[in-house]
């Protein structure tokens, strides 16, 4: 191995070892603990206690059942605060997970949950390892709320059963699994489900106006479960919680299960990273109650510590996690500023499954069913809908797309279909605001100027342009001299260069000379490399003045006045 390679190779070695080092804990995620670990232990306990409810709820509502969305909020939440990106983000299950895990449960059965959820956190690590970490930032917003408020509405939609005292059918189209459950309610026992969750709702609602400090779910679960215990309401339960964490073990497979599980754990993964990096950049602009931002955070160190609870809670029995932002944003409002509260939060919750589970397993599901669908309520901001509805018919089409195929068809199609159509939208953008102007030649006129025709393309020249100002430069008539001035030509592709080569070669072809101005010098490569220098009669053509390029043009016309005569 010769010198150059032993370099070569070392400093791939140190920048791979420099990338890994990013990726792992350090003294530096606690820096100031001294500090803020009070204000951190009660944001932990305050997180914990509000996780409760929602933990319970969605472990239900993904089919998986409730010890496994509690085993999830531990172990996730514990490994993500740990090896995680952000300071203050919270991870657990959470609904936009729900929405996908449903019908896997439906079509695989709960067994299949551990592994996919392994299968899901090792393609989250691997896109932490890549590096791709900051494509959510080119995400489009209205893609991004289209799909907040599909997710919503299937949250809301998935608590019809437990709302009406069900069982439904778990299926891929959650509206029509919704009515079919909403159908086959049978009184008495709906009219108390019905009952609890109103309950449910009005308490949320008062406590949040009326006593902020005061966890409002976990009031609402404790005062429905009272009820229902007092009165002896005949209503489905929680039912039997573990006493204490399972054993980790490694989830039996054969190929046949991983083969079907590889699109579910893709899609799960795509969810995951999306989930949480939304999550951890909203909570990086956040302010605490002292006004003080939360600080930056790692995008691709927080997909690999996500890939990482994702397959810690899969080998505890549990289900994929990501970043909630529901439980991160009462976490920076309740004063956290380190991984501390993250960790406390997972604590707490483990707490609970050692002490009180007996009395939590008493809780009604429907009380669970109306937090879900005040939660999903309140995910939905009306501020933001409006914003968007109002801005541009292209990005209020692209939210409602969004919106209605997350509904109707699928999580990942609807993300897929939106970022499409925002692609098209931007393009047709692009494109209108691309063209190309004829314009007066500058200066005292001269013989001759008016077989001198003065092209400026302006804007982008890419191929969403390129035909369009192919064909309005091509159509000249009675032009012996073309000035093409490319100086305002912000953006130039390889089809627009090309495009540039067919006009070129098609105005010589009728015996207009060529002459291109203002080549800028982020493009001379490229248009030297698709061969637009060389299409033009002679490599002089070419100029970055346009007074030298009108006075070449007006001796062409003046020589061939002369060869005429």
């Not at 996730?76 to 449903?102: H, N």
Request: charged content about 10%; some cysteine; hydrophobic content about 55%.
């Amino acid at each position: 191995m010769t010198a150059d390679q032993v370099t070569a190779s070392g400093g791939g070695t140190g920048t791979a070892a420099r990338r890994i080092t990013r990726l792992l804990p350090s003294p530096q995620d606690y820096a100031g603990l001294g500090v803020t670990w009070r204000p951190d232990l009660l944001a932990g306990i305050t997180v914990g206690i509000v996780a409760l409810p929602l933990a319970l709820a969605f472990g239900v509502s993904s089919g998986v059942g409730a010890p496994a969305g509690l085993i999830t909020a531990i172990v996730a939440g514990l490994v993500a605060a740990v090896m995680g990106g952000s300071p203050v983000q919270v991870s657990g299950p959470t609904g936009a997970m729900v929405v996908v895990l449903a019908p896997v449960v439906a079509v695989h059965g709960v067994g299949s949950v551990a592994l996919l959820s392994l299968m899901a956190g090792l393609l989250v690590c691997a896109l932490g390892f890549s590096g791709l970490g900051r494509a959510v930032a080119f995400i489009p917003w209205p893609v991004v709320e289209g799909f907040t408020l599909g997710i919503a509405a299937i949250i809301f939609l998935q608590q019809v059963p437990l709302g009406t005292g069900t069982s439904g059918t778990p299926g891929h189209n959650t509206l029509l699994a919704a009515v079919e459950a909403a159908a086959g309610a049978a009184a008495p026992t709906v009219l108390l489900t019905l009952a609890l969750v109103a309950a449910v709702a009005v308490v949320m609602v008062l406590v949040q106006k009326l006593f902020r400090a005061i966890p409002a779910s976990l009031l609402a679960v404790l005062l429905a479960t009272a009820a229902a215990e007092i009165l002896q309401l005949d209503v489905p339960r929680i039912g039997p919680l573990p006493h204490s964490l399972p054993a980790p073990s490694f989830p039996t497979f054969d190929l046949a299960s991983l083969g079907g599980l590889a699109m579910p754990a893709v899609a799960v993964a795509f969810l995951a990273a999306i989930e949480s990096l939304l999550s951890a950049r909203v909570a990086a602009g956040m302010a605490g109650p002292d006004g003080r931002p939360t600080g930056p955070y790692s995008p691709d160190r927080e997909l690999t510590g996500q890939g990482l609870a994702s397959i810690a809670a899969g080998l505890f029995g549990g289900m994929p996690a990501t970043g909630a932002i529901a439980r991160t944003a009462v976490n920076v409002r309740s004063g956290a500023r380190t991984r501390l509260a993250a960790a406390v939060h997972a604590a707490v919750l483990l707490g609970i499954t050692y002490l009180p589970s007996g009395m939590v397993s008493r809780v009604p599901l429907a009380a669970l069913g109306g937090v879900l669908m005040v939660t999903a309520v309140r995910m939905v901001s009306r501020r933001t809908i409006t914003a968007i509805l109002r801005s541009t018919r292209a990005d209020a089409a692209v939210f409602v797309l969004t919106a209605i195929i997350t509904v109707t068809f699928d999580l990942i199609v609807a993300i897929q279909i939106g970022l499409a159509a925002a692609a098209l939208f931007a393009l047709r953008k692009f494109a209108s605001l691309s063209g190309v102007q004829r314009e007066e030649i500058p200066g005292p006129p001269a013989e001759g100027d008016g077989h001198i025709a003065v092209f400026r393309l302006d804007g982008a020249m890419f191929f969403g342009a390129a035909e369009r100002i192919l064909q309005e430069i091509s159509q000249v008539k009675d032009v012996q001299v073309a000035i093409v001035r490319l100086s305002q030509l912000r953006m130039l592709d390889a089809t627009g260069a090309h495009a540039l080569v067919e006009v070129i070669s098609a105005l010589e072809l009728r015996g207009i000379t060529v002459l291109l101005k203002g080549v800028r010098p982020d493009h001379l490569a490229l248009v030297t490399n698709v061969g637009v220098i060389r299409s033009l009669r002679h490599h002089k053509h070419l100029f970055e003045r346009l007074d030298d390029a009108v006075e070449h043009a007006r001796s062409h016309v003046l020589r061939n006045a002369a060869a005429s005569a």
